[in-house]
C-alpha cells in the first residue's frame, strides 16, 4: 500500500537553530513529490516539487532534497514566521491523478 | 489575482440536512479536488475532476456529490448519509496531475 509518513509530527525550534524535516514514502515509483506549507485556518501553499532523486529546490531559508525513500526540508536559520506545517505529497507512478499526502509537522519557531 | 475561492468559510449542518460548499477558480485549471483534512490526518481527497461533466470517485466519496458544469466551479454536497462531516475542506486545483495544486482557505463544517 502506497503510504507517506512524516516525522517529526511537531519540532520546536530556537529562532536561527536550523533543523531538518523528513518525508518518507513507500510507493511504487514516484513520479512526483511536492512540499506545502499551511498556516492555521488556511489552505496548503505549494513550496517545491521534485521529480527524481538527487535533486534539490531552495527558496529563502527552505532546501528541499530527495533521494529514492525519502525527502527532507532543510530550514536554515529559521524566523518566527516559518513557524507553519509542512505537508509532503506523493504522486506514485500508477497513471492516476491521487496524491498521497503525509500528516505534516508541525513546526514552531521562538524568538 | 488568480486564485481560489471557497466560501463559507464556516458552515452548520443540522441533522438529516445536505449542505452544499462552493469553489470557485479563476486560473484556468483544468483539474480541480476537493480534499477533506481532519486533525493528525492527512489530505484525504474525496472527488477529483480532470474535465467538465466528468469526475472520479477519491478515497472517502461516500457521503458526498460533486458537479463539474463549469470549468471554474466544482461545488461539494455534503449530504445527510455522512454521518461524520465534522472536518476543514479544502477544494484545489491545477494545471494537470503533475503540475502543483493551488488551494483555496477552505470551509470548516460542523454539525449543529
Known amino acids: 500500500e502506497d503510504q507517506v509518513t512524516q516525522s517529526p509530527e511537531a519540532l520546536r525550534l530556537q529562532e536561527g537553530e536550523s533543523s531538518s524535516l523528513n518525508c518518507s514514502y513507500t510507493?511504487?515509483?514516484?513520479?512526483?513529490l511536492f512540499w506545502y506549507r499551511q498556516d492555521p485556518g488556511k489552505g496548503p501553499e505549494f513550496l517545491f516539487t521534485?521529480?527524481?532523486a538527487g535533486e534539490e529546490k531552495e527558496k529563502e531559508r527552505l532546501k528541499a532534497t530527495l533521494t529514492k525513500k525519502e525527502s527532507f526540508l532543510h530550514i536554515t536559520a529559521p524566523k518566527p514566521e516559518d513557524s507553519a506545517t509542512y505537508l509532503c505529497?506523493?504522486?506514485?507512478?500508477?497513471?492516476?491523478?491521487?496524491?498521497?499526502f503525509g500528516a505534516g509537522t508541525r513546526l514552531f519557531v521562538k524568538a | 489575482d488568480g486564485g481560489i475561492t471557497q466560501s463559507p468559510k464556516y458552515l452548520f449542518r443540522k441533522e438529516g440536512q445536505n449542505v452544499t460548499l462552493s469553489c470557485e477558480q479563476n486560473?484556468?485549471?483544468?483539474?480541480m479536488y476537493w480534499y477533506r483534512q481532519d486533525p493528525g490526518q492527512g489530505l484525504r481527497l474525496i472527488y477529483y475532476?480532470?474535465?467538465?461533466?466528468?469526475?472520479q470517485k477519491g478515497d472517502i466519496a461516500e457521503g458526498y456529490s460533486v458537479s463539474r458544469e463549469k470549468k471554474e466551479s466544482f461545488p461539494l454536497t455534503v449530504t445527510s448519509a455522512q454521518k461524520n462531516p465534522t472536518a476543514f475542506y479544502l477544494c484545489?486545483?491545477?494545471?494537470?496531475?503533475?503540475?502543483?495544486?493551488?488551494f483555496g482557505d477552505g470551509t470548516r463544517l460542523s454539525i449543529l
Open positions: 484545489a486545483s491545477s494545471m494537470g496531475t503533475l503540475q502543483p495544486q493551488h
Open positions: 510507493v511504487s515509483g514516484l513520479r512526483g
Open positions: 521534485l521529480y527524481s
Open positions: 505529497a506523493v504522486l506514485p507512478n500508477t497513471g492516476g491523478f491521487k496524491t498521497i
Open positions: 486560473l484556468n485549471h483544468d483539474a
Open positions: 475532476s480532470q474535465i467538465v461533466n466528468d469526475f
